[in-house]
């Protein structure tokens, strides 16, 4: 597909979304948070990726948040940035997301990156939340898996005070999982990922799929259990006797339970 503010790339298992907006600071608009919306949903109907990378254009920033220019000027949904559905997306996608972040990971970019499901960095990248320094705040997604991470104080501190945070620091305090050196980001977030590209596919949906279960309520659940677990028991010698007993009209062999 041709996207006009991502691109996206397939390099054997690992499949790369890099947000494409780097003179304005790979900042998200309505047409991008779409966009990955949309790309990931391709994705997520294909087998030949197993583990995706999202990355920013150019050497500076990650993203450093959205813009609602071109946007209705409403307080009703039109006038939103659909920034929740590019987190749904990447969180309800049954593969793992690895953010690579290759410069500045502010507002609604770092809480990008904490969503997807791993990150690396590199040695400068700079992690910031600044909300309340422009009276604005993100209470969801941005402040509990924060606080996941970091622990309640500290996310606190974090939302409260906005300080600027390290590649070093982010390591230390949990909020990312690998720092590799400026010029090699690129060779580190590919060897990254191809390594988990060689666990079980099944396998790294499940697991996901539990963590997300957590806060996803009916939903989380569900998904658990008709995506994944179903999908288990439907291959089950249980399950095939019982649908051959319906089709055949007679009792099933009581013997065929429980394998």
């Known amino acids: 597909m ?5 691109i996206y790339q397939e390099d054997g298992p690992i499949g790369t979304i ?3 907006r780097p003179d304005d600071g790979n900042m998200f608009n309505v047409t991008m948070c779409h966009e990955v919306r949309d790309c990931i949903e391709s994705i997520r109907r294909e087998t030949r990726t197993r583990v995706v990378v999202l990355t920013g254009a150019g050497d500076k920033f990650f993203c450093i948040g959205g813009r609602k220019d071109g946007m209705e000027k409403t307080i009703l949904y039109a006038g939103t940035l659909p920034t929740l559905e590019m987190y ?5 996608l049954q593969k793992p997301v690895i953010a690579s972040v290759n410069g500045f990971a502010v507002g609604g970019g770092n809480v990008l ?3 997807c499901d791993m990150t690396i960095a590199k040695e400068s990248a700079i992690f910031r939340q600044v909300g309340p320094m422009m009276g604005s705040f993100d209470a969801g997604y941005g402040t509990w898996y924060l606080e ?8 606190k501190e974090i939302w409260f005070n906005n300080p600027k945070i390290s590649a070093r620091e982010a ?5 990312i999982n690998r720092v590799a050196p400026d010029d090699k980001l ?23 799929a539990a963590f997300n279960a957590r806060y996803g309520g009916v939903s989380g659940l569900a998904r658990m ?11 089950s010698e249980e399950s095939h006797e019982m649908s051959a007993s319906f089709a055949q009209k007679r009792k099933p062999d009581p013997s065929k339970f429980g394998r």
Not at 225 to 235: I, P
């Open 2 to 6: 041709a996207y006009e503010t991502i």
């Open 18 to 20: 890099t947000l494409n």
């Open 88 to 92: 749904e997306a990447i969180e309800k």
């Open 113 to 115: 990156q904490m969503v």
């Open 148 to 155: 996941d991470s970091v622990g309640k104080k500290k996310a």
């Open 171 to 175: 390591l230390a305090l949990g909020m």
């Open 186 to 208: 690129k060779e580190e977030t590919r060897a990254f990922a191809l390594e988990t590209a060689d666990r079980g596919p099944f396998a790294l949906a499940s697991v996901k």
């Open 225 to 235: 259990a008709h995506d994944l677990l179903l999908r288990s028991y439907l291959e």
